[in-house]
DNA sequence: CGGTTTTGACCAGCGC
DNA sequence: GCGCTGGTCAAAACCG
């Protein structure tokens, strides 16, 4: 307990410096700016609601004034006698009706007394039933906000359930991390709703995901997590010897997710970024550098800090086509709580490689056949995502490749289309960017997390973060045909505290965040599986020395 | 001082 | 067996 909190403050104060040294923004400030934009969603109106609410309560308090200000708006013209109208002819009549009192009988002062004490407690019961009415009205606000929230999950639910049951895995788990997002977010963990969730998971996926759940749970937390993929093991060299096919056994003392024997899933994310580092939500240090054959720019070497032992690790290199994407290769799960600016990449991440993992294939190649369905799945939970489910020839893993190079205008009409499934260049898993172009577009939910994009795509900088909460929703259901579902994306990334103001942009750290050239990171991806903190903000900074490069 | 990055060394798998 | 490659380790350097 105290470990996690120490390393949230961690995580909290290396932001904190990031922030400060590179954008002025850190991913977990991200957190919280996503959150408050999330919440400025609901909030901003709770504010603009409290507003008029104390706007009405200060009218009450001091009527007399607005009233007056009112008058002289629309009549153009002060009416200070006038304005007081209301009240004062009140108080006048009384004052009148005193004198007129008084001048009948002289001792009246203990009957006026009496009679402003009576208006007095008038006045307060009038106002007294003017707040239980404001209550009554809040209360009724709240409950039609609970009851619109209670719909969408169901349509939500009734959308997912529709598809065909081997779509489940992926699809379970991404709509299990929805739901989580929002129980968290919304403060309700209702029993049978997560019963129902995990209930409807696969036989092979249930378990896991129950297994999960609860481990979420534990953690005080939902984890969402790449997956359930797979990759669980701490240590390359199990790793390695785990790919006969032998499901990797337990972590942490938690079951290895249920994944087909020899395939150990990855999720691959491009994004366009000149951005030295995209901040997925997560923190990473660096433990290693390779020069990748046929690749000018070092591959970086990537472990999750934010827990002791989480066995997610990503490795982050600059395409060799086109330096300005950064590709991302997600592994692992991660067995700890992702902060909220983490979730919608890990949910994304995830998603794709349960897909990835459920199919049918049983060997690499058979893998490559799988990729039908996975990517027809990943639409489903994703629409607006494109994605090319990549087998690479030299990786004993099968890979999915998220594209998200394209920029969001592009999206609208482009998610649509349908997804065209690519084989990587031969020894190569990333698949160069040219090919891999794809026809959607990158949606707002996950633009987030490109740290900056080009600049016909998105402001760079501080502008990014200009965007509402707002844009988030209304390009994720213009990109996509099916409302509710698309709804429930955007929603999700917001609540999830994935704001898209922010463009998550890790900032590097010290000299080696600037990568130029190199690998950035990118986290984008990260929301793979992780996501990082954000970072974003000021201008990115280049480093000429490396072309890798820095954690997020 | 503690955490991260750098970087050369080491290990394992694979192809020839 | 050897070389190549991918991936990881770990000591030293670096940084806040």
């Known amino acids: 307990m105290e470990e996690k909190l120490e390393q949230r403050h961690r995580y909290n104060n290396d932001n904190v410096h990031e922030e400060e040294a590179e954008k002025g923004e850190d991913s977990m400030e991200h957190g919280g700016l996503s959150l408050h ?46 304005g007081r109208d209301d009240v004062n002819i009140g108080l006048n009549l009384l004052t009148t009706a005193t004198a007129a009192a008084g001048a009948t009988t002289s001792d009246c002062d203990g009957a006026t007394t009496a009679n402003n004490q009576k208006m007095e407690v008038t006045a307060v019961e009038a106002e007294l039933r003017r707040v239980s009415e404001e209550n009554r009205r809040m209360r009724g606000m709240l409950e039609e906000l609970t009851r619109s929230y209670s719909t969408l999950y169901q349509q939500l639910l009734q959308v997912t359930q529709q598809q065909p049951h081997h779509h489940l895995p992926g699809d379970l788990m991404n709509r299990s991390s929805l739901a989580h997002t929002h129980l968290q977010s919304s403060g309700v963990h209702s029993a049978s ?15 896991h995901a129950g297994v999960e759940d609860e481990a979420s749970d534990g953690a005080g937390d939902a984890s969402p997590s790449l997956s359930n993929a797979g990759n669980n093991d701490v240590d390359g060299k199990r790793r390695m010897s785990h790919q006969d096919g032998a499901a990797p056994p337990m972590e942490n ?46 591959r970086a070497y990537y472990r999750c800090t934010m827990a002791v032992a989480c066995p997610v690790r990503k490795q982050v290199q600059r395409c060799a086509e086109d330096k300005s994407i950064l590709i991302t290769t997600y592994e ?13 990449m890990a949910n994304t991440t995830s998603a794709a490689a349960a897909m990835l993992l459920s199919g049918p294939a049983t060997s690499r190649d058979g893998a490559a056949a799988l990729l039908g369905h996975p990517a027809a799945l990943f639409q489903h939970s994703f629409p607006y995502a ?15 490749t998220l594209d998200l190079t394209q920029p969001p205008s592009a999206g609208g009409s482009g998610g649509l289309l349908p997804h065209g499934l690519h084989r990587p260049p031969a ?23 490109l740290p900056q994009r080009a600049p016909a795509t998105l402001p760079a900088g501080l502008g990014a973060r200009q965007h509402s909460v707002m844009e988030t929703v209304t390009a994720a259901i213009a990109a996509d045909p099916n409302f509710t579902t698309a709804l429930a994306a955007a929603i999700s990334s917001v609540m999830a ?3 898209p103001p922010q463009a998550q942009t890790t900032t590097p750290r010290g000299a080696s965040h600037g990568v130029a050239g190199g690998e950035g990171s990118n986290g984008g991806a990260g929301a793979v599986s992780s996501a990082p903190p954000a970072t974003t903000g000021s201008p990115p900074r280049f480093a000429t020395q490396s072309c890798t490069t820095s954690t997020t």
């Open 332 to 344: 692992g799960n991660h067995n700890h709580p992702l902060p909220p600016a983490a979730t919608t």
């Open 386 to 400: 494109s994605t090319m489910a990549t087998l690479s020839a030299s990786a004993p893993f099968p890979t999915i």
């Open 37 to 82: 934009h999330g919440s400025s969603m609901f909030g901003r109106r709770r504010d603009e609601d409290g507003g008029g609410r104390r706007g009405e309560i200060r009218e009450v308090d001091f009527f007399s004034r607005d009233s007056s200000a009112r008058r002289q708006d629309s009549d153009g013209r002060s009416l200070p006698g006038g």
């Open 193 to 207: 709703t997560r019963r129902l969730l995990d209930g409807r998971a696969s036989p092979q996926q249930h378990d």
């Open 427 to 449: 020894g190569g898993v990333l698949p160069a960017a040219g090919a891999l172009a794809m026809p959607f577009s990158v949606p707002s939910s996950l633009a987030m997390f």
């Open 497 to 499: 505290g994935g704001a």
């Open 253 to 298: 003392g938690e079951p290895a997710p249920a994944e087909l024997p020899g395939r150990k899933a990855r999720v691959s994310v491009r994004a366009r970024s000149e951005a030295p580092m995209i901040s997925d939500g997560c923190q990473w240090r660096k433990y290693g550098q390779k020069m990748a054959k046929g690749n000018p720019c070092p």
